[in-house]
């Protein structure tokens, strides 16, 4: 699971939002019944104490306190989570019997000041105790205190078993949203997976290619809009570049032949000072390097355009690559570099064997002129799952990981302190990218500054 994904990260803010919500619901609900029961208990103690005052201290002044204390002592006897206490003129003439859920003697629970009336708590006592006082005056005159209480303990124990109940369902209840939502969302987000898929398969062949548009009136339809106008301005940006280049490079060649021609009918004037003649053949050179620019110039403007119509066939990569290194032995002898093919195994790849041929001879070409005397390049075919992979290693001087990306631009040298005659004209990487673009092809590097660099060219093996 991609914790950075879109999808974790929106399942991730939702559960977060719901969390926080179920976290105030359930401090709410558990408040709520609180509440609820403190507010039904004292209604019951007011309930009581109210029919003691009409039902029975009401006849106290007829029927007697005898009367009275047996007939509250049959409705209101206690021992089990409440009781009852009477006084008369600050004497007490009934008392209910000791609670029992739990234990509690009434003796202990502290009689309320003299006139008071209203609700007392006592947490302080065994499950706490809730207790109302009324201060009763009888149609006869006579003044009662009416006491009412009952223990808590029941109560608390509900809120306890309330609070468990919702400690223990709001992580379930998460976990099911959490899965359900990470499961559900995909929906949503196939399109954006679609456009995304999509999206990494164009330029790769060419970018004539746009992206769906789904009729959906939303986000997503804008966005492939947006992006398909994208692809538009950078198709018209590239093929601009591509004719400037293969413009630039087509009408650059008559004047340089040209040139060519009438230095080299200078150069065979008789009477010519060494000077002159010096100056002529350094002319000469410049006009080949000139040359050869705008021959590579033009080989990869035609074959980023498409435009060259290579002759594609299914050949033996082993084969080629062990050939062409056979043919570049002697300018490795020259250099003093030691040429080996470790492995070269037969695959068929389906490709234009002058082209891929060039690709081998730019890649050894370069990793015996940026190694060291003595040097050694190894080069190896071998299949990796169904693409066929071409590697080329050396242990010459390597390149800075700051120059890696940019090895494959045009004219870029990661050496700067390379001279023109030594370090090349800084393009022939640019002809290789560009040949394995034209063939589907993969190239990657891998390079650590002074202990060499590997090149890993990879084809799609004909099926």
């Not at 070269?344 to 790849?349: A, C, M, T």
């Not at 060499?452 to 799609?460: N, Q």
């Amino acid at each position: 699971m991609n914790i950075r994904s879109l999808r974790f990260r929106i399942t991730a803010w939702s559960i977060s939002f719901l969390a926080l919500a179920l976290g105030v619901f359930s401090i709410a609900v558990y408040l709520g019944v609180q509440q609820f029961l403190t507010l039904s208990m004292q209604r019951n103690l007011r309930n009581m104490s109210s029919n003691v005052e009409t039902v029975f201290l009401s006849e106290y002044g007829k029927r007697g306190e005898k009367w009275a204390v047996g007939e509250i002592n049959e409705a209101f006897s206690g021992g089990d989570d409440r009781y009852v206490r009477i006084l008369h003129n600050g004497r007490e003439i009934f008392r209910s019997d000791d609670m029992h859920n739990p234990p509690v003697i009434i003796d202990t629970i502290p009689l309320p000041n003299s006139g008071f009336t209203g609700i007392t708590r006592m947490p302080q006592i065994s499950g706490g105790i809730l207790q109302f006082t009324d201060q009763y005056e009888a149609p006869d005159g006579r003044h009662f205190t009416v006491i009412t209480g009952a223990s808590q303990a029941t109560m608390q124990r509900v809120l306890r078993s309330l609070a468990w109940v919702l400690v223990a369902i709001c992580p379930i209840v998460l976990l099911f949203a959490a899965v359900a939502e990470f499961l559900l969302i995909r929906g949503p987000l196939r399109p954006v997976l679609m456009l995304t898929q999509r999206t990494e398969h164009i330029g790769r062949d060419h970018l004539g290619e746009r992206l769906p548009v789904p009729e959906t009136g939303d986000e997503l339809q804008r966005l492939a809009i947006a992006l398909n106008r994208m692809i538009e301005r950078l198709e018209d940006a590239l093929a601009h570049n591509h004719r400037f280049s293969a413009d630039a490079s087509h009408e650059l060649r008559t004047p340089l032949t040209i040139i060519r021609g009438e230095l080299e009918q200078a150069i065979q004037e008789p009477g010519l000072s060494s000077t002159v003649v010096d100056a002529i053949g350094s002319a000469l050179e410049e006009i080949d390097r000139m040359s050869q620019i705008v021959q590579s110039l033009m080989a990869t403007a035609y074959l980023d355009s498409g435009g060259e119509q290579m002759e594609r066939k299914p050949i033996d990569i082993g084969h080629l690559t062990g050939s062409t290194i056979e043919q570049m032995r002697l300018l490795a002898e020259e250099r003093n570099i030691t040429l080996i093919t470790e492995q070269l195994e037969p695959l068929i790849v389906e490709a234009d064997p002058t082209r891929l041929k060039q690709v081998i001879v730019n890649l050894v070409d370069n990793a015996m002129k940026y190694n060291q005397p003595g040097g050694m390049v190894t080069v190896s075919t071998c299949a990796q799952g169904n693409n066929a992979l071409l590697r080329i290693a050396d242990n010459g001087i390597g390149i800075p990981a700051a120059s890696i990306p940019c090895i494959f631009d045009r004219f870029y040298r990661a050496d700067k302190a390379r001279t023109r005659a030594t370090g090349g004209i800084g393009i022939g990487l640019a002809i290789v990218k560009a040949i394995c673009n034209a063939h589907q092809a993969e190239i990657r590097v891998h390079s650590i500054e002074g202990q060499g660099s590997v090149f890993e060219v990879s084809l799609p093996l004909c099926e």
